[in-house]
């Protein structure tokens, strides 16, 4: 009970405190054995995931001979819209159930069938953020002019000893 309340008051202080923890970035690691360099990729090869049944994943690296490529004994079809880029790499996702890759065209124009896009829901938060944001309104050079010159004026007459002399 006592441990509970303590982590409670530490988790307060914490934000009270404004000490938030980073969110570590989404960075993607492929194995060495399973990397494509630039003349393999511009030779036709390409990185792979394949996903096993049991879910678990595999990188590896197949060459892509006439829009088809063998993998695990059995030849899968790739075409060009397959084929995503991963720092600027040839990458494709496979499941080991099914002949044909993932591809991201399909899977788009899917979710826009099911009306499942967050599309519009992007462009009109956009366009809120848009209008709650006030511009920061500038100083125009003629009230710089303006400022300056009265500077001028009040240093003159404060070097010749005043306004009355």
Do not use: C
Not at 25 to 35: E, G, L, Q, R, T
Not at 78 to 99: G, H, M, Q
Not at 102 to 121: I, R
């Amino acid at each position: 009970m006592e441990k509970s309340r303590l982590e409670v008051i530490e988790q307060k202080l914490d934000e009270l405190a404004g000490k938030e923890e980073k969110k570590k970035s989404f960075n993607f690691w492929i194995p060495f054995m399973a990397k494509v360099g630039k003349n393999r990729a511009k030779k036709g090869w390409a990185t792979y995931l394949v996903i096993k049944e049991n879910r678990n994943i595999a990188f590896e690296k197949h060459p892509i001979d006439e829009q088809t490529v063998i993998v695990d004994g059995t030849p899968r079809i790739t075409t060009a819209d397959d084929v995503l880029f991963y720092r600027n790499k040839p990458f494709v996702i496979l499941p080991n159930w099914s002949v044909k890759p993932f591809s991201p065209t399909e899977n788009y124009n899917d979710t826009m069938k099911a009306q499942y896009s967050s599309q519009g829901s992007k462009l009109l938060l956009n366009r809120m953020k848009k209008e709650t944001v006030e511009n920061k309104k500038t100083v125009s050079g003629f009230t710089i002019f303006i400022i300056l010159t009265g500077i001028v004026i009040l240093g003159y007459f404060a070097y010749q000893g005043g306004w009355f002399s």
